[in-house]
Protein backbone atom coordinates (compact mmCIF):
# COMPACT_ATOMS: atom_id res chain seq x y z
CA UNK A 1 0.00 0.00 0.00
CA UNK A 2 3.24 2.59 1.04
CA UNK A 3 4.53 1.70 -2.36
CA UNK A 4 1.86 2.41 -4.61
CA UNK A 5 1.07 5.54 -2.57
CA UNK A 6 4.83 6.87 -3.37
CA UNK A 7 4.34 5.87 -7.03
CA UNK A 8 1.28 7.99 -7.19
CA UNK A 9 3.35 10.44 -5.89
CA UNK A 10 6.36 10.24 -8.00
CA UNK A 11 3.76 10.01 -11.13
CA UNK A 12 1.91 12.97 -10.50
CA UNK A 13 5.01 15.26 -9.57
CA UNK A 14 6.74 13.85 -12.82
CA UNK A 15 3.36 15.10 -14.58
CA UNK A 16 3.04 18.71 -12.99
CA UNK A 17 7.18 19.23 -14.00
CA UNK A 18 6.46 17.86 -18.12
CA UNK A 19 6.17 20.45 -20.13
CA UNK A 20 3.10 20.17 -22.50
CA UNK A 21 3.71 17.68 -25.53
CA UNK A 22 1.82 20.40 -27.87
CA UNK A 23 3.81 20.18 -31.28
CA UNK A 24 4.53 23.94 -32.02
CA UNK A 25 4.49 25.94 -35.03
CA UNK A 26 2.68 28.24 -37.57
CA UNK A 27 -1.07 27.48 -36.56
CA UNK A 28 -1.78 30.75 -39.38
CA UNK A 29 -3.27 28.88 -42.57
CA UNK A 30 -2.76 31.54 -44.47
CA UNK A 31 0.79 31.69 -43.76
CA UNK A 32 3.31 30.37 -46.29
CA UNK A 33 4.75 28.09 -43.25
CA UNK A 34 1.37 26.67 -41.92
CA UNK A 35 2.39 23.42 -40.05
CA UNK A 36 -0.91 21.92 -40.62
CA UNK A 37 0.49 19.30 -37.24
CA UNK A 38 1.19 22.43 -34.78
CA UNK A 39 -1.00 23.01 -32.18
CA UNK A 40 0.26 25.94 -30.47
CA UNK A 41 1.35 28.79 -32.50
CA UNK A 42 5.26 29.64 -31.67
CA UNK A 43 5.23 32.96 -33.75
CA UNK A 44 7.34 32.24 -36.77
CA UNK A 45 4.66 32.68 -39.24
CA UNK A 46 5.99 33.97 -42.45
CA UNK A 47 2.78 36.48 -43.96
CA UNK A 48 2.62 36.63 -47.75
CA UNK A 49 3.36 39.88 -49.82
CA UNK A 50 1.88 41.70 -52.48
CA UNK A 51 3.39 42.36 -55.87
CA UNK A 52 1.05 44.68 -58.43
CA UNK A 53 1.73 45.21 -62.15
CA UNK A 54 0.75 48.47 -63.71
CA UNK A 55 1.13 51.10 -66.25
CA UNK A 56 1.00 54.92 -66.81
CA UNK A 57 -2.17 56.13 -68.97
CA UNK A 58 0.29 58.09 -70.98
CA UNK A 59 1.93 54.64 -72.23
CA UNK A 60 -1.33 53.72 -74.92
CA UNK A 61 -0.58 50.33 -73.98
CA UNK A 62 -3.16 47.10 -74.81
CA UNK A 63 -4.28 44.99 -72.02
CA UNK A 64 -0.93 43.06 -70.86
CA UNK A 65 -0.76 39.76 -70.01
CA UNK A 66 1.26 39.20 -66.34
CA UNK A 67 2.72 35.37 -65.37
CA UNK A 68 4.94 34.70 -62.84
CA UNK A 69 5.35 30.85 -62.60
CA UNK A 70 1.87 29.49 -63.53
CA UNK A 71 -0.06 32.21 -62.16
CA UNK A 72 -1.51 35.12 -64.68
CA UNK A 73 -3.10 37.95 -64.31
CA UNK A 74 -4.14 40.95 -66.89
CA UNK A 75 -3.53 44.55 -66.70
CA UNK A 76 -7.09 45.94 -67.83
CA UNK A 77 -6.72 50.05 -66.76
CA UNK A 78 -4.06 52.35 -66.63
CA UNK A 79 -3.47 55.00 -64.10
CA UNK A 80 -1.56 58.77 -64.23
CA UNK A 81 0.49 57.50 -61.01
CA UNK A 82 1.32 54.63 -59.03
CA UNK A 83 -1.66 53.38 -57.38
CA UNK A 84 -2.27 51.12 -54.22
CA UNK A 85 -1.30 47.32 -53.99
CA UNK A 86 -4.10 45.32 -55.69
CA UNK A 87 -5.85 48.42 -57.16
CA UNK A 88 -8.39 47.39 -59.60
CA UNK A 89 -7.22 46.85 -62.76
CA UNK A 90 -4.28 45.74 -62.06
CA UNK A 91 -2.21 42.42 -62.25
CA UNK A 92 -1.63 41.39 -58.57
CA UNK A 93 -0.35 38.64 -57.09
CA UNK A 94 -0.23 37.38 -52.89
CA UNK A 95 3.01 35.42 -52.98
CA UNK A 96 5.71 34.32 -49.97
CA UNK A 97 8.63 36.07 -49.93
CA UNK A 98 11.10 35.52 -52.44
CA UNK A 99 12.25 36.51 -55.51
CA UNK A 100 10.56 35.95 -58.82
CA UNK A 101 10.85 35.81 -62.81
CA UNK A 102 7.92 37.61 -64.15
CA UNK A 103 6.67 38.07 -68.17
CA UNK A 104 4.55 40.07 -69.63
CA UNK A 105 2.93 41.00 -72.62
CA UNK A 106 0.52 43.04 -74.60
CA UNK A 107 -2.79 41.45 -76.15
CA UNK A 108 -0.96 42.52 -79.35
CA UNK A 109 2.33 40.25 -79.68
CA UNK A 110 4.94 42.27 -80.27
CA UNK A 111 4.38 45.60 -79.09
CA UNK A 112 5.41 45.13 -75.66
CA UNK A 113 7.08 42.69 -73.98
CA UNK A 114 8.97 42.54 -70.60
CA UNK A 115 10.71 39.92 -68.59
CA UNK A 116 12.25 40.69 -65.10
CA UNK A 117 13.00 39.66 -61.59
CA UNK A 118 10.81 41.01 -58.92
CA UNK A 119 11.48 40.53 -54.79
CA UNK A 120 8.54 39.90 -52.54
CA UNK A 121 8.72 40.50 -49.12
CA UNK A 122 6.52 39.46 -45.69
CA UNK A 123 3.45 41.61 -45.65
CA UNK A 124 5.17 44.09 -48.10
CA UNK A 125 3.59 45.59 -51.43
CA UNK A 126 6.10 45.72 -54.37
CA UNK A 127 4.93 47.52 -57.47
CA UNK A 128 6.16 47.48 -60.99
CA UNK A 129 5.50 49.85 -63.93
CA UNK A 130 5.64 48.10 -67.05
CA UNK A 131 6.76 51.12 -69.24
Known sequence: MKKNFLLLVLLGGI???????KQKGCTDVNACNYDADAEKNDGSCINKGTVTFWQNSSSS???????????????TADYSSSPNC?????????L???????VA??????????V??????????TKVELQ
Open 15 to 21: MLVTPSC
Open 61 to 75: RENTDVIIGTASSYI
Open 86 to 94: SASGCASFT
Open 96 to 102: CPGTYDY
Open 105 to 114: EEDSPGLGIW
Open 116 to 125: GTITVTSDGC
